[in-house]
């Protein structure tokens, strides 16, 4: 494929070949996979420990949850978010810039299109390995609550892929990693700590309510908690088509962005 016009710009062709990149990516974390899990088991127990157990003594429950269980929840779908957001930057800028990864990838028969999509893919299954450590972890300490918990595991898969495309759209821009501070600063804490993870968002001032609707997390946690705690989910259809739509305009965008940066 040769760049420049709207050859840039054309839509992404999902194809078979975004399974190998996915593939690829599954091969070489392979051999990290002992210090991965560790690490997606011991962070989310700690947060558990600490804020669930031992602040949750003093709130007792919130939203007529025990807080242990409306914490867990929250964390599952947070998790997914900071999991693809991590990878979609600072693993794919890896690959993308000094291991000039891509480059080998290009190639061959594989495109930018299928790069991506491999990619968030990926970024998706290990968005849905850390989500999943923490339901487990939350099931020991006696936080799940009912058995449709077990459909949060492909919720975070969808999560994942939300949070994948914006990540790798940063990284299409970034000229070293200290830029993704920017974005993690400016953009994924604000939503950790307004989009209901540790408190329901209707105790915001009434203008922020609304301003963190449109936000992503706030749909992830909507979709996840009533999973996790047994309870009837509310405009379940809006929640995941909000998660849909962030994750095919992102896609579209990562594509453009990293066509200019790879393909003269």
């Known amino acids: 494929m040769t760049g420049g016009g709207t050859g840039y710009y054309r839509l992404p062709v999902l194809r078979r070949d975004a399974l190998a990149v996915w593939r690829r990516n599954v091969l070489v974390w392979r051999k990290l996979i002992g210090p991965s899990l560790l690490i997606n088991f011991g962070e989310p127990l700690i947060y558990l420990m600490g804020l669930g157990l031992g602040l949750g003594l003093f709130i ?3 939203s007529g949850l025990p807080y242990l269980t409306f914490l867990a929840s929250g964390i599952v779908a947070s998790s997914a978010m900071n999991t693809a957001s991590f990878e979609g930057m600072y693993s794919v800028y890896t690959r993308m810039v000094p291991q000039r990864t891509y480059d080998s990838m290009l190639a061959t028969p594989i495109d930018v299109d299928d790069i991506i999509a491999g990619e968030m893919l990926w970024c998706a299954t290990k968005a849905t390995i850390a989500s999943t450590a923490i339901l487990l972890v939350a099931a020991l300490l ?5 058995p449709s918990a077990v459909l949060a595991v492909p919720a975070a898969f969808l999560i994942g892929l939300c949070f994948a495309g914006p990540a790798i759209v940063m990284t299409a821009f970034s000229r070293g990693y200290d830029f993704f501070s920017y974005y993690f600063t400016l953009v994924i804490t604000p939503m950790f700590m ?12 009434e203008w ?11 749909h992830a946690v909507a979709l996840v908690r009533p ?18 739509v962030y994750a095919a305009v992102s896609y579209y965008l990562a594509v453009v962005l990293v066509r200019k940066r790879l393909i003269v």
């Not at 006696?142 to 009912?146: E, K, M, P, S």
């Not at 307004?194 to 001032?205: D, I």
């Not at 922020?208 to 706030?218: D, E, F, K």
């Not at 047994?230 to 998660?243: E, F, I, K, N, W």
Request: with cysteine; aromatic share 4%; hydrophobic share 55%.
């Open 60 to 62: 007792g429950r919130m």
């Open 227 to 244: 999973l996790v705690a047994g309870q009837m989910l509310a405009r379940p259809a809006l929640h995941v088509l909000v998660l849909i």
């Open 194 to 205: 307004l989009c209901g993870v540790f408190y329901p968002t209707s105790s915001l001032p």
């Open 142 to 146: 006696g936080a799940v609550q009912h």
């Open 208 to 218: 922020l309510q609304g301003a963190v609707q449109v936000l992503p997390l706030t």
